[in-house]
């Protein structure tokens, strides 16, 4: 288990500590006990900062939201057809996915049994949502196929981006010893190929 040492200690690295510990022990399974033993502190110190675990919960579901939801209000994903804004939404998904692993992989394992896990799998329907509505957007324009209804590919989209949190590492480490054998742009142009060599309208 990740442990941070006590001189290190900021509410960052509780955070990242917190991160960790959430998702190898899972969230109810997860006492501020195990916490405070993760960071190298005392609860005492903890609670300095935060009200509790479901404090930390929120935090580190913000963290990944903000970025997945930061995509949006980007300029290529706002300008240009329906199509190419999608497959630049899905190219930084992934690329967001990477760089906040551990935030993105705790976000898609929250089962609403909290008001905060509620709120967010709520954001993340929001969100999966306004990426349907573009798919759907590029099929009134033509450009990818419409013989797939929208909200089943939207899932088959989802399902390969988010299955990407249970095999990759940036280490290069595939989690049984070997190694994974593909870094961040490769998986980014393979996940795009693959999503619209599927989606595109047949000539």
């Known amino acids: 288990m990740t ?3 006590r001189d290190t200690y900021t509410p960052e690295t509780l955070l990242t500590v917190a991160v960790q510990v959430f998702i190898e022990r899972g969230y109810d399974g997860t006492s501020m006990e195990h ?29 990944a939201l903000d970025e997945l939801f930061g995509i949006l209000d980007e300029e290529h994903a706002r300008v240009g057809s329906a199509a190419e804004r999608l497959e630049y939404v899905v190219r930084r998904m992934v690329e967001v996915l990477m760089a ?37 957007a590029a099929a009134a324009e033509g ?4 013989d797939v209804e929208v909200r089943l590919a939207t899932r088959l989209v989802f399902g390969m981006i988010n299955s990407i949190v249970e095999w990759y590492r940036p280490d290069g480490l595939d989690g049984r010893g070997g190694s994974g054998g593909a870094g961040e742009r490769e ?9 619209f060599g599927g989606l595109r309208k047949a000539s």
């Open 187 to 195: 998986v980014v142009d393979a996940v795009a190929r693959l999503v």
């Open 100 to 136: 906040e692993l551990p935030y993105v992989t705790l976000l898609l394992r929250v089962r609403g049994n909290t008001g905060t896990e509620r709120w967010a799998l709520e954001r993340r329907r929001e969100f999966d949502h306004r990426v349907a509505d573009l798919l759907r």
């Open 3 to 5: 442990t941070a040492k």
């Open 35 to 63: 916490l405070s033993k993760a960071a190298g502190i005392s609860k005492s110190s903890i609670y300095h900062h935060v009200t509790g675990k479901e404090e930390l919960l929120r935090r580190a579901v913000s963290r």
């Open 143 to 146: 450009d990818v196929r419409s």
